[in-house]
């Protein structure tokens, strides 16, 4: 618990990056936490040629898991090709939180990601499977 | 910290502990396990789980079936703990309980069985912003597929179901009423002999989701004077998978089945079907048999403390902890403060802190709390809040328990620098 709540875990709660929303934007995708209904939204703007991130935000009350791997990920997201994003995997979303997640907050950590593939491929984005991603040697 | 006792207790729950296996499990964090989660599902006693692997070691076979000993046996023990049902919520007869996987199962059995038969077009059938999702998504799905009309009776700013929405809601005549005894978001306790009084008077069935409220109190469906019950065993320190439902007979008889297969006919010829007598035509295919032994076990384990006394020492925990984080800095509760409306569930909010967070952190503490929309969100949405973090107490808590998850809270606080 306490390699959990790191100090920049929770200075990205109180202070997270790229908090807001776009307007005008390119893609827009807002979902909610099903354990415990927290909602985020993100919004991204691309290139003139549709290619490239520009520019990213995200918005939603969430707890501090959630609003810090957000926070983190969104950081590395200019720049990327939505190809890029669509392979995006989950497991170094995990990593680039750098706190052990185990399976009851697993949700939290992806949820995130989870609204970015949902605004890159829509609303057929599906949550990633938990036994693969925690596979990934990140649970403690 | 210690907590000042207003008055003695009447069970020693850190006593009652030993029954319980679960507690001499190593907690990671190294502290004893704080259970404060038995409104989500309670731990089993030693009896419990004795009966049945009992059942299954020395008195299993199928039940209603068999011409042979064993199968004797094992329908005089499953028979056996109907009547422990029966008699545990003052039902006139054991042929009105059914036994069922948990409530869930036992409100969706009346949904399907109840509604479908005499819910259509225009009629109206209420239920509650307050209810569990398993007494509001069975009725929504039913008004949905009959084109009834579903409404719901609100909830006052200090978490009483409104008696004055219910009147007026009442007036316009519903079929049925969905209600929950205590509710699992806001641990109010319900007027449910008041309320059933209402809906009678206005021709309306009542429904009572008593999920909360049979594991914690006494329950007689007589004197509540209610039409339906539904139960679940694993909150009342029974197996999983094993739940029932009460219904007054006439109901029941006039009901179609719910399920069909075997167990529940008279007779079957390939022209058509006629069904058992009630409890078994609601029983199809073969029962959770050890399961329904070990909610015995778990009855008479209750029985043995005595229904007054869990409930006694329910609202002294309940009185100390609500007195305690009333006055703790940055907690906010929800819920009525008397402990006559109040079920020893609170619900609260850390400010500043998500419930999620507060849930993770107090695990490091060894206290095991729920945090999340309770299976509610309608309860959340009211008080516009995500989620809340909720302790909830059983026998086997006492006043050391209320002060672990204060000095759990206060951890909290320091570690997100609100405190």
Same mark, same amino acid.
């Not at chain 1, 791997?69 to 997201?77: F, G, K, N, Q, R």
């Not at chain 1, 939505?82 to 989950?90: A, G, H, K, N, V």
């Not at chain 2, 049945?52 to 064993?70: F, K, Q, T």
């Not at chain 2, 945090?371 to 516009?384: E, K, N, S």
């Given at each position: 618990?306490?390699?959990?709540?790191?100090?920049?875990i929770?200075?990205?709660?109180?202070?997270?990056?790229?908090?807001g929303?776009?307007?005008?934007?390119?893609?827009?995708?807002?979902d909610?936490n099903?354990?415990?209904?927290?909602e985020?939204?993100?919004?991204?703007? %691309?290139d003139?040629?549709?290619?490239?991130?520009?520019?990213?935000?995200?918005?939603?009350?969430?707890?501090?898991?959630?609003?810090a791997?957000?926070?983190?990920?969104?950081?590395? $997201?200019?720049g990327?090709?939505?190809?890029? $994003?669509?392979?995006?995997?989950?497991?170094?979303?995990?990593e680039n939180?750098?706190?052990?997640?185990?399976?009851?907050? %697993?949700?939290c950590?992806?949820?995130?990601?989870?609204?970015?593939?949902?605004a890159?491929?829509?609303?057929e984005?599906r949550?990633?499977?938990?036994?693969?991603?925690?596979?990934?040697?990140?649970?403690? | 910290m210690?907590?000042e006792q207003?008055?003695?207790?009447?069970?020693?729950?850190?006593?009652?502990?030993?029954? +319980?296996?679960?507690?001499?499990?190593?907690?990671? @964090?190294?502290?004893?396990?704080?259970?404060?989660?038995?409104?989500?599902?309670?731990p089993?006693?030693?009896?419990?789980?004795?009966?049945?692997?009992?059942?299954?070691?020395?008195?299993?076979?199928?039940?209603?079936?068999?011409?042979?000993?064993?199968?004797?046996d094992?329908?005089?023990?499953? &028979?056996?703990?109907?009547?422990?049902?029966a008699?545990?919520?003052?039902a006139?007869?054991?042929?009105?309980?059914?036994?069922?996987?948990?409530?869930?199962?036992?409100?969706?059995?009346?949904?399907?069985?109840?509604?479908? /038969?005499?819910?259509?077009?225009g009629?109206?059938?209420?239920?509650?912003?307050?209810?569990?999702?398993?007494?509001?998504?069975?009725?929504?799905?039913l008004?949905?597929?009959?084109?009834?009309?579903?409404?719901y009776?609100?909830? /006052?700013?200090?978490?009483?179901?409104?008696l004055?929405?219910?009147?007026?809601?009442?007036?316009?005549?519903?079929?049925?009423?969905?209600?929950?005894?205590? @509710?699992?978001?806001?641990g109010?306790?319900n007027?449910i *002999?008041e309320?059933?009084?209402?809906?009678?008077?206005?021709?309306?069935?009542v429904?009572?989701?008593?999920?909360?409220?049979v594991?914690h109190?006494p329950?007689d469906v007589?004197?509540?004077?209610?039409? +339906?019950?539904?139960?679940s065993?694993?909150?009342?320190?029974g197996?999983?998978?094993?739940g029932?439902l009460?219904?007054r007979?006439e109901?029941?008889?006039?009901?179609?089945?719910?399920? /069909?297969?075997?167990?529940?006919i @008279?007779?079957?010829?390939?022209?058509?079907?006629?069904?058992? &007598?009630?409890?078994?035509?609601?029983e199809?295919?073969?029962?959770?048999?050890?399961?329904?032994i070990?909610?015995?076990?778990?009855?008479d384990?209750?029985?043995?403390?005595?229904? &007054?006394?869990?409930r006694?020492?329910?609202?002294?925990?309940f009185?100390h902890?609500?007195?305690?984080?009333?006055?703790?800095?940055?907690?906010?509760?929800?819920?009525?403060?008397?402990?006559?409306?109040?079920?020893?569930?609170?619900s +609260?909010?850390?400010?500043?802190?998500?419930p999620?967070?507060?849930?993770?952190?107090f695990?490091?503490?060894?206290?095991?709390?729920?945090?999340?929309?309770?299976?509610?969100?309608?309860?959340?949405?009211?008080?516009?809040?995500?989620? /809340?973090?909720r302790?909830s107490?059983y026998?086997?808590?006492?006043?050391?328990?209320? *002060?672990?998850?204060?000095?759990?809270?206060?951890?909290?606080r320091?570690?997100?620098?609100v405190?």
């Open positions: 618990m306490d390699n959990l709540y790191r100090d920049f929770l200075e990205h709660y109180r202070e997270p990056h790229n908090r929303t776009l307007d005008p934007h390119d893609l827009h995708f807002a909610s099903p354990t415990c209904g927290d985020m939204s993100m919004t991204l703007r %691309l003139d040629a549709k290619e490239r991130v520009t520019d990213v935000a995200f918005d939603g009350r969430g707890c501090a898991i959630s609003q791997s957000a926070s983190i990920m969104t950081d590395e $997201l200019r990327m090709s939505l190809d890029e $994003l669509r392979q995006l995997d989950p497991k170094d979303v995990l939180l750098g706190v052990p997640i185990g399976p009851a907050r %697993l949700k950590a992806l949820l995130g990601y989870k609204v970015l593939q949902g890159v491929i829509g609303a984005a949550w990633p499977d938990e036994a693969d991603v925690l596979a990934g040697g990140s649970a403690p | 210690a907590i207003l008055a003695t207790d009447i069970l020693d729950g850190a006593a009652l502990r030993a029954d +319980f296996p679960v507690f001499d499990r190593a907690h990671r @964090s190294g502290q004893p396990l704080t259970f404060l989660d038995s409104a989500a599902s309670a089993k006693p030693r009896a419990v789980i004795e009966a049945v692997a009992d059942a299954y070691g020395h008195h299993y076979a199928n039940v209603h079936r068999g011409i042979y000993e064993l199968s004797e094992a329908t005089a023990r499953f &028979e056996a703990a109907r009547k422990a049902v008699g545990f919520i003052g006139p007869s054991d042929r009105e309980v059914v036994f069922v996987r948990n409530a869930t199962e036992g409100i969706n059995l009346v949904a399907y069985s109840w509604g479908r /038969t005499n819910i259509g077009p009629d109206l059938i209420l239920s509650t912003e307050m209810e569990h999702h398993a007494n509001l998504v069975p009725w929504q799905q008004a949905a597929e009959s084109g009834a009309t579903i409404e009776v609100g909830i /006052t700013d200090d978490g009483h179901l409104d004055d929405d219910l009147q007026l809601k009442l007036a316009r005549g519903p079929r049925l009423l969905a209600v929950g005894h205590v @509710s699992n978001a806001l109010t306790i007027p *002999e309320i059933s009084a209402m809906a009678h008077a206005a021709g309306a069935i429904v009572l989701d008593a999920a909360q409220s594991p109190m329950v007589v004197r509540l004077g209610i039409d +339906f019950l539904a139960l065993g694993h909150k009342m320190l197996p999983s998978g094993i029932a009460w219904g007979r109901l029941l008889e006039a009901m179609p089945p719910f399920m /069909t297969g075997g167990s529940m @008279s007779k079957v010829t390939l022209a058509g079907t006629t069904w058992a &007598e009630v409890p078994l035509k609601f199809a295919g073969t029962p959770a048999i050890a399961e329904a070990g909610l015995h076990a778990a009855i384990y209750l029985d043995a403390i005595g229904m &007054e006394n869990v006694a020492h329910e609202r002294f925990l009185q902890a609500w007195d305690a984080l009333s006055a703790a800095p940055g907690v906010r509760l929800l819920g009525p403060a008397s402990p006559d409306e109040h079920a020893a569930v609170i +609260f909010v850390l400010d500043g802190v998500h999620h967070d507060v849930a993770t952190v695990d490091g503490h060894g206290v095991a709390v729920r945090a999340g929309h309770h299976c509610a969100q309608p309860v959340m949405a009211r008080y516009d809040l995500p989620a /809340t973090t302790a107490f026998v086997y808590n006492g006043l050391e328990d209320v *002060e672990r998850l204060l000095a759990a809270i206060r951890a909290t320091t570690l997100f620098g405190g």
